[in-house]
């Protein structure tokens, strides 16, 4: 696993470009396997979370071709088999999302109950709940599920909670079938919006994806197609960040501000300046201490919990008391214990996290345990005195495409070495 070296305390600037969406990515390289033809996506970020998708795909005897650097070609006539390898699955828990299009293609999947990052317990009831609603069958054994259906038919799915995933494998499953199937309290994310237009290009009739009620009228055969894939708003967030707490300016390239408003609007009341200067151009600086804020993590549009980690090492250098309420995840906190090593001073009480800004962090080792975890440690890293390095390097790996190299465009001292 690599490290890196980061050798921080100085202003970020200059320009980034955003890549595509790994959320986006992950369902819908997965929608792929709906069509009766192949389909080529574009955009799709060289990620381990994408390769770990990929080689999930390879294993159910799906055909996939590099085209371009950021282009798969995925043929999914040869799709036989309805078992995900346990190896695989508990990388990731986006593997998960196969089940819904195997059901469909194969009348039956058998796949682990999956892993993914150490952010709480993650179950997948509210997926099964789902399907059973279109006449799926479940049972859970050894800990695998397996889930067939004899004859699936339109329902009314109403999710307890608006879950990303459970919204996704849902919608998929009900593209190909040719009854309506409404589902309610639906996640409003951006992502499943990406993954409805695919479906619907594909040839679904779909009628309210990015808002909590969306009606799905499927078709039987759904042709593959050719899409490219929206650009990753998280990772736009995360380079925001880095130029408010770096003190830096930075423009961001290639996301809509209107994705990431939750996210602007915290940042404008820690004090950063942001300016929009075009559809999907927006200019953030930083020129004095930041203020502190409360922030609570909400399912889109609130703010995301997926930007939690890396505002805390934002307040950790605030002028005055924040809170942070995690709403969200249950155990998302993990990165708490590492940035009081770099100085910080946070005391978690339950799901909340208070945060009492101290006037500099200073450079330790410290690991990386999560995706975000590892983004926030990165971004501590750039704003402290001395030298940090991160361990565990490849959680980071498997949501920032060379994270490294970016920050270096823009000024950073960060090397990967070997560990
Ligand atoms: C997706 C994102 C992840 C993001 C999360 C919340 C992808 C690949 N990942 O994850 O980056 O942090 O949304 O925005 O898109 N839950 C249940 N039962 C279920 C499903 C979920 O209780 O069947 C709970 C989870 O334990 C968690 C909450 O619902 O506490 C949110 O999970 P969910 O929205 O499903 O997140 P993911 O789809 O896993």
């Not at 608006?162 to 994310?189: D, F, K, Q, W």
């Not at 779909?206 to 039987?220: C, E, F, L, P, S």
Request: negative net charge; contains cysteine; hydrophobic residues 45%.
């Amino acid at each position: 696993m690599d490290k890196f070296l980061i050798k921080g305390h100085k202003p970020l600037r200059g320009l980034v470009e955003v890549g595509g969406s790994k959320n986006a990515a992950l369902p819908i390289l997965t929608a792929t396997l709906l069509g009766d033809s192949p389909s080529i996506i574009h955009n799709v970020p060289d990620l381990l979370d994408v390769q770990t998708m990929l080689s999930v795909l390879a294993s159910l005897g799906v055909k996939v071709d590099k085209v371009d650097a950021r282009s798969y070609r995925i043929d999914p006539t040869l799709l036989s088999k309805a078992e995900a390898p346990y190896e695989l699955i508990r990388k990731m828990r986006a593997s998960f999302l196969v089940v819904g299009p195997l059901i469909s293609c194969l009348g039956r999947a058998q796949v682990p109950l999956p892993g993914g990052c150490a952010i709480g317990s993650r179950p997948v009831d509210l997926h099964l709940k789902g399907f059973s609603q279109l006449g799926v069958k479940v049972s859970m054994h050894s800990g695998y599920v397996e889930a067939w259906a004899e004859s699936l038919h339109g329902g009314q799915v109403y999710l307890d909670f608006p879950s990303v995933g459970a919204t996704e494998n849902i919608l998929m499953l009900a593209s190909s079938i040719e009854e309506e199937t409404v589902i309610t309290n639906a996640a409003r994310e951006p992502e499943i919006a990406d993954l409805s237009r695919f479906l619907s290009l594909m040839g679904a009739d779909i009628q309210g994806a990015g808002t909590d009620t969306i009606v799905v009228r499927g078709k039987k055969k759904l042709l593959g197609n050719e899409y490219t894939i929206m650009n990753d708003r998280i990772e736009a967030g995360t380079f925001c960040v880095a130029a408010a707490i770096t003190g830096g300016e930075v423009e961001i390239r290639g996301v809509d501000s209107f994705l990431i408003l939750s996210v602007l609007n915290k940042l404008e009341e820690t004090g950063a300046r942001v300016t929009k200067l075009g559809n999907d151009r927006i200019l953030i600086s930083m020129l004095e201490q930041p203020r502190p804020v409360t922030i609570k993590t909400m399912p889109y549009p609130g703010f995301p919990t997926d930007m939690q980690a890396q505002f805390m090492s934002l307040l950790c250098l605030a002028d005055g008391v924040s809170v942070i309420t995690e709403t969200v995840f249950e155990n998302r906190f993990a990165h708490v214990g590492e940035l009081e090593r770099m100085g910080a001073q946070i005391q978690v009480e339950g799901r909340s996290a208070v945060v009492l800004g101290v006037e500099k962090l200073t450079g330790a080792e410290v690991r990386a345990t999560d995706l975000r975890a590892g983004a926030a440690l990165v971004l501590a890293g750039l704003a402290a005195e001395m030298e940090t390095l991160v361990y565990g390097v490849s959680h980071i790996d498997r949501g920032y495409e060379g994270i490294e190299s970016k920050l270096k465009k823009l000024g950073a001292s960060i090397e990967r070495l070997a560990e």
